[in-house]
């Protein structure tokens, strides 16, 4: 079982990403879906979720400028992040809970992708 995100990079305070999470080695249509991510120092954090029945969750501080969604049939999830801010600088994690019920706890997530990059410059 692998997750591998992608599409991470350098972008000015108000541009966009688009990060990508494929899935393999089990079907993950049943599964809840997410995206966390970790600081330099800071503990790993919540960030989006979308459960099995295609519900969202997102963390305040992301509210209004990201959103979540996932193809079941290519076995991927995406995460677009638009007017980006220099806070939101940090290595960006997706992440499977089997239980498919979508939690914000990253304890309650089974498999976890390696992580990509993401710099926004003042």
């Known amino acids: 079982v692998q997750l591998q995100a992608y599409g991470g990079g350098l972008v000015q305070a108000g541009g966009s990403l688009r990060l990508s999470c494929a899935a393999s080695g089990r079907t993950f249509s049943s599964d809840a879906m997410g995206w966390f991510r970790q600081a330099p120092g800071k503990e790993r954090e919540f960030v989006a979720t979308m459960n099995y029945g295609g519900g969202t969750s997102y963390a305040d501080s992301v509210t209004g400028r990201f959103t979540i969604s996932r193809d079941n049939a290519k076995n991927a999830v995406y995460l677009q992040m638009n007017s980006l801010k220099p806070e939101d600088t940090a290595v960006y994690y997706c992440?499977?809970?089997?239980?498919?019920?979508?939690?914000?706890?990253?304890?309650?997530?089974?498999?976890w992708g390696q992580g990509t990059q993401v710099t926004v410059s003042s």
């Open positions: 992440a499977a809970d089997r239980y498919g019920l979508g939690s914000r706890r990253r304890y309650e997530y089974d498999y």
